[in-house]
């Protein structure tokens, strides 16, 4: 299939008069990983929300599979194989952890299948089954909440600052994992604050800066565009 699988072109969108993404390209190829690289404010969790059927862009196209689908529901967008993990986690604190892998079943999954795909990718998760989501770590309710997307078996998977607030080691367990499901034929597209976290499993990246793209290609060439300044190390 050579059809990207995820492709925004010219998007523009805003919150009331204030415009924050100015003609956006990116595409998404299937069984890769594109990592959307740039400071906070500069327009990477609108356009994941965009992506995920969370906000409407008011102007561009929108693309899954070739097909455009400006203004879809994140509903619509999930049942076309599109998965999002927001920013902040996407977990249920006053549940389980196997009650909130029981609340992605919705999507026809078996809760036994859940389980032992969870347990056996993050083993800690079988151990914690038990336990309220909102006790455990960080790194534990990020695990839960790849878990519960992946539940879905999505086409494209949507992460938004995978590494926030995580330990360095976490965060590479973490990526490792991604870059697991990339082999095995998942689309990812990664917005990320911390550019160098993800570049090393990414195939392409882009650099935004105030609602803009200024920089798309290999990881090793938005490497050079990169600044410690404003992405961190």
Same mark, same amino acid.
């Given at each position: 299939?050579?059809? @990207? &699988?995820?492709?925004?072109?010219?998007?523009?969108? /805003?919150?009331?008069?204030?415009?924050?993404? =100015?003609?956006?390209?990116?595409?998404?190829?299937?069984?890769? #990983?594109?990592?959307?690289?740039?400071? %906070?404010?500069?327009?990477?969790?609108?356009? &994941?929300?965009?992506?995920?059927?969370? =906000?409407? @862009?008011?102007?561009?196209?929108?693309?899954?599979?070739?097909?455009?689908? %400006?203004?879809?529901?994140?509903?619509?967008? !999930?049942? #076309?194989?599109?998965?999002?993990?927001?920013?902040?986690?996407?977990?249920?604190? %006053?549940?389980?952890? *196997?009650? %909130?892998?029981?609340?992605?079943? /919705?999507?026809?999954?078996?809760?036994?299948?859940?389980?032992?795909? !969870?347990?056996?990718?993050?083993?800690?998760?079988?151990?914690? *089954?038990?336990?309220?989501?909102?006790?455990?770590?960080?790194?534990?309710? $990020?695990?839960?909440?790849?878990?519960?997307?992946?539940?879905?078996?999505? !086409?494209?998977?949507?992460?938004?600052?995978?590494?926030?607030?995580?330990?360095?080691?976490?965060?590479?367990?973490?990526?490792?994992?991604?870059?697991?499901?990339?082999?095995?034929?998942?689309?990812?597209?990664?917005?990320? $604050?911390?550019?160098?976290?993800?570049? @090393?499993?990414?195939?392409?990246?882009?650099? &935004?800066?105030?609602?803009?793209?200024?920089?798309?290609?290999? @990881?090793?060439?938005?490497?050079?565009?990169?600044?410690?300044?404003?992405?961190?190390?």
């Amino acid at each position: 299939m050579t059809e @990207p &699988m995820l492709e925004l072109a010219g998007i523009r969108a /805003g919150y009331g008069a204030i415009e924050v993404l =100015h003609g956006v390209d990116l595409t998404l190829r299937p069984g890769s #990983l594109l990592a959307l690289l740039g400071p %906070n404010g500069g327009g990477k969790s609108t356009t &994941m929300r965009v992506c995920a059927g969370l =906000h409407a @862009p008011s102007g561009g196209e929108l693309r899954f599979a070739g097909r455009k689908v %400006n203004g879809i529901s994140a509903q619509d967008a !999930a049942r #076309l194989g599109v998965c999002s993990i927001p920013e902040g986690r996407g977990i249920f604190p %006053n549940l389980t952890v *196997r009650e %909130n892998l029981w609340a992605a079943t /919705g999507t026809g999954a078996r809760l036994e299948d859940l389980e032992e795909k !969870a347990y056996a990718r993050f083993p800690i998760l079988g151990e914690r *089954r038990r336990q309220l989501a909102g006790s455990l770590s960080g790194g534990e309710q $990020q695990m839960l909440a790849l878990s519960r997307a992946l539940g879905a078996d999505p !086409a494209v998977l949507l992460l938004d600052e995978l590494s926030m607030g995580l330990a360095p080691m976490i965060v590479t367990r973490m990526y490792e994992t991604v870059a697991e499901l990339v082999e095995g034929g998942l689309s990812v597209l990664v917005a990320e $604050q911390f550019a160098r976290a993800v570049l @090393p499993i990414a195939d392409t990246a882009a650099l &935004m800066l105030n609602g803009r793209i200024v920089a798309a290609g290999t @990881p090793d060439e938005i490497e050079d565009r990169l600044s410690s300044d404003y992405l961190g190390g």
